[in-house]
Structure formats: structure tokens, C-alpha cells
């Protein structure tokens, strides 16, 4: 199972946020790729970005900063997320060194997307599903859906989509506890690999994850719990390695 450590971007800084409400923003350094270095020092595998003022604005804003990092370390697998809505951007990323692009707003409102850029860059689309009470909410978490994230899921089974990035957003950068129970019911709706995300905080988290992680748990983002040093990347991705 991965560690993956988030790297939030806002205004070229890096910054993580509660419930993803853009104005409740803690700001934790100013140059992402030195941010990078740390977490890839202590032993990351693999890097999640987000362009936090893209996934608002439904395009690229700090596309120079996901560069930087991806030519610093280029055997690094980086996934990136945030305003990802055409087949010009994730060309544009793909290029830049990125390994895989999160699809998730135009996931949701136009599914045919995703077949579509799984057909184009095989292996390289994952969906992101970020759920409010199991239902998918969209456009920086700002808007509800009615689909059920689990149905969204097996709807992308046959894309050849290479995992969901599964948030709770209850639970997002609130240091309460991953919501197991919801990331195992995802990884059991489809075969598609689920990354846990939302409210990792601690080795018990760790632990709990890879408790189940046979049930299709690929790996899991941590954020605020790495800034605020509740979780030890190297710690957690050592107990990860052990059989």
C-alpha cells in the first residue's frame, strides 16, 4: 500500500484546507518543490497534487509549480488533480512528466469524458470521487449530486480507469479518523483499484487501511497529518512494505 503525501496548491503556495473551503486555508511553505523533496527524502513513492484554484476556475492555474516538480524528480510518479476538463490539459501534463491525471468534476457530469481520455492515455486516468454521505459532490465541493459515489464507480469499470481517488469530505483535513468502512464499500463496488483519502491522521489509520487493503486499497493521501506531524511518511510507508 502507498503513502502518498498531498501537495495542495493555491496562489503558488502550498496549503492545505478544511472541508475544502477555499477561505479556511492553513499555508505550510512557499516553494512546492522543495515541499516535494521532503516527502520524497522521507521515502514517498508517489506525489498528489492539487491545483486547488483550478479545480474552481475549471482550468489550469498553477500548472508551473506541477512542472517544476515533476522535472525535479522524474523517475517519481506524480498524480495530479484540480480543473482537469479537457484532452488539451492532460496532454499538456502528461508532457510536463506527470504519470497520471485525476478526473473528477467532468467525471461526474460527463462520464463519456473519461471513457474517452482512458482511450487516448491508456493507464494514465483516474477518477476522483469525492463524496458528501456517499453522495458525489462536484466543482471544488461547492455543489451535491444525487449519484451515489459506488455507482459511479462501476459505471468507469470497463474505461480501463487505473484507480479512484476516493475523498470523504466530512472527514477532509479535519484530523478525525479515515473513514474505512466507506473505502472499503468503494473498493468493493468495482475492480478498480480505490486510494483512500480524507482524515488519514495517524498510524491507527495506517494500520486500519492495511488491515483491508487485500479488498482493493491501493494506497492512501495524507495531508494536514504530515504538515502538523501527527503521521511520519517514512514510518508509515516502512510499516506499508512489511508482508
Not at 18 to 41: C, F, I, L, N, Q
Not at 142 to 171: N, P
Not at 200 to 225: F, N, P, Q, W, Y
Amino acid at each position: 500500500m502507498l503513502i502518498i503525501p498531498a501537495i495542495d496548491l493555491k496562489d503558488g503556495q502550498c496549503v492545505r484546507l478544511r472541508k475544502g473551503v477555499m477561505e479556511d486555508s492553513t499555508v505550510y511553505g512557499s516553494d512546492p518543490v522543495a515541499m516535494a523533496r521532503r516527502w520524497v527524502e522521507q521515502g514517498a513513492k508517489r506525489l498528489h497534487l492539487v491545483d486547488l484554484n483550478g479545480a474552481f476556475a475549471g482550468a489550469p492555474v498553477n500548472g508551473e509549480a506541477v512542472t517544476a516538480i515533476a522535472r525535479a524528480f522524474p523517475e517519481l510518479p506524480i498524480q495530479i488533480g484540480g480543473g482537469i476538463r479537457s484532452v488539451e490539459t492532460i496532454e499538456h501534463y502528461l508532457a510536463a512528466g506527470v504519470s497520471y491525471v485525476i478526473i473528477g468534476t467532468k467525471a461526474v457530469k460527463e462520464p463519456e469524458f473519461v471513457s474517452e481520455a482512458c482511450r487516448l492515455f491508456p493507464g494514465r486516468i483516474i477518477v476522483g470521487l469525492d463524496a458528501k454521505k456517499g453522495l458525489v459532490a462536484t466543482d471544488g465541493w461547492a455543489e451535491v449530486s444525487e449519484l451515489k459515489a459506488a455507482d459511479l464507480a462501476r459505471r468507469f469499470e470497463q474505461d480501463g480507469v487505473s484507480a479512484i481517488v476516493y475523498t470523504d469530505i466530512d472527514r477532509d483535513g479535519m484530523m478525525q479518523g479515515v473513514n474505512v468502512e466507506a473505502t472499503v464499500a468503494m473498493a468493493r463496488a468495482s475492480a478498480i483499484p480505490v486510494i483512500a483519502s480524507g482524515g488519514i491522521t495517524s498510524m491507527d489509520d495506517i494500520r486500519a487501511l492495511k488491515a483491508v487493503a487485500h479488498e482493493g486499497i491501493l494506497g492512501a493521501i495524507t495531508g494536514r497529518a504530515i504538515y502538523e506531524g501527527t503521521l511520519d511518511v517514512a514510518e508509515a510507508q516502512q510499516f506499508c512494505d512489511q508482508p
